[in-house]
């Protein structure tokens, strides 16, 4: 059988405060068989939410990343910086695509990028 991939994005959503139990909730709670996890909080909550899951089977995404290694980006984050923090990272989402209006060609950069990232 094949293993599903089920990844939880928090969007704006949930406080520093709450991300660490809530996180703790859900990887209690759906640890399935042949089910990959993966948990995806605001970027503040990167690291609480990465504490709170450490052996519990359950991996911490990005929601996104800057197309470019570094530079004048206000506002933004490099895969580097995402390197510790994160296993995965969502990249081509629908609302950026459609509220940020990222074409193909910038997603296809971003993915460069998280993949020199590692």
Known sequence: ?????VVANWKMNT????????????????????????????YVSLAAVGQALAGTG??????????????????????????GLASWCIVGHSERRRDQAETDELIGRKLIRCREAG
């Open 58 to 83: 359950v991996d911490v995404g990005a929601q996104n990343v800057h197309a470019e290694v570094s530079g004048a980006y206000t506002g933004e984050i490099a895969a580097s910086m995402l390197a």
């Open 1 to 5: 059988m094949r293993t599903v991939l």
């Open 15 to 42: 406080s520093l405060m709450d991300a660490g139990e809530l996180a703790r909730a859900i990887a209690a709670a759906t640890d399935e068989p042949l089910v990959r996890r993966v948990i995806c909080p605001p």
